[in-house]
């Protein structure tokens, strides 16, 4: 993977945030492509309980300052950006004040999901394709992990799809074990129409459960990485039927190879 540019956008990374296996392979697989000679940049949100001071986290005044809009209201988005030690990784942060502010990931003290997670998700796919637009930098692939990223895909193939930047790069979604249950709120599919994107592409979004969100980001990717030992049979079945290059469950020894392969012969190839 020498040279090739790989954009990983995360829900969750470690160290910044507890171990678990989105933030896990988040991390193992970046810093296997960086060990590769692979060019590679990792974007996450800047939830409130990163601890800034620890992480050495700190802003980027020239790529800050613009607003994106999100459901007709102009949200600021802020760049942090912190190395992962030893790593010579550099790893992005997506802020903004109303919507990572809170001292949580995903959900309040009585683990209730936050109300505005759909809109977190689309200020952080809108946030980070606005700023590699700021560093003119050109991925080769954008491997979305985690489903607070799972937006990406949709706007990379709708509102973004006329962007020059992006006219070869390939998007890869990996796909985990369910991480949360109900759904995000009622609106979201509204909230992404108001972007342009017609309903038909994002009719899942209609009722946006973890699986209903997955199968929209698999619809929008150009391959899919099947991250956990199980997933849902519906999204098993989903996946097989999207008739996409997709890479099955590697376990931890065999992944490097299993991943570069992917990447090289049926994504890039």
Do not use: C
């Not at 601890?51 to 700190?58: A, T």
């Not at 009585?110 to 109300?115: A, N, Q, V, W």
């Not at 994002?202 to 990485?225: K, Q, R, W, Y």
């Amino acid at each position: 993977m020498e040279d090739k540019r790989i954009l990983y956008v995360s829900s969750e990374v470690v160290p910044y945030l507890a171990e678990n296996e989105v933030s896990l392979m988040s991390y193992d697989v970046p810093k296997m492509i960086n060990d590769q000679g692979g060019q590679i940049r990792i974007f996450m949100p800047r939830y409130g309980n990163i601890n800034e001071r620890r992480h050495q986290l700190h802003e980027v005044i020239r790529l800050s300052g613009m607003n994106l809009v999100v459901n007709d209201v102009d949200m600021p988005l802020i760049i942090k950006v912190a190395s992962i030690p030893k790593e010579r990784i550099q790893v992005y942060f997506i802020d903004n004040d109303e919507y990572f502010k809170r001292k949580a990931t995903f959900t309040d003290e009585e683990g209730i999901m936050f109300p505005d997670n759909d809109e977190r998700a689309i200020f952080f796919a809108k946030g980070v394709v606005e700023t590699v637009k700021k560093l003119n930098w050109v991925p080769d692939i954008i491997h979305v992990q985690g489903w607070m990223a799972a937006m990406l895909p949709i706007y990379m193939k709708h509102y973004y799809k006329d962007e020059a930047l992006f006219a070869d790069t390939k998007i890869v979604t990996s796909v985990f074990n369910q991480s949360f249950d109900g759904s995000l709120d009622a609106e979201m599919g509204k909230k992404v129409q108001f972007d342009g994107i017609p309903q038909s592409a994002i009719a899942e979004l209609d009722n946006p459960t973890f699986e209903n969100i997955m199968m929209a980001s698999i619809n929008h990717s150009d391959g899919i990485v099947i991250a956990s030992e199980s997933i849902s049979s519906n999204l098993t079945k989903f996946i097989d039927a999207s008739k996409k290059p997709f890479l099955p469950f590697a376990q931890k020894d065999t992944f490097s190879e299993a991943y570069t392969e992917f990447y090289k012969n049926q994504i890039l190839g």
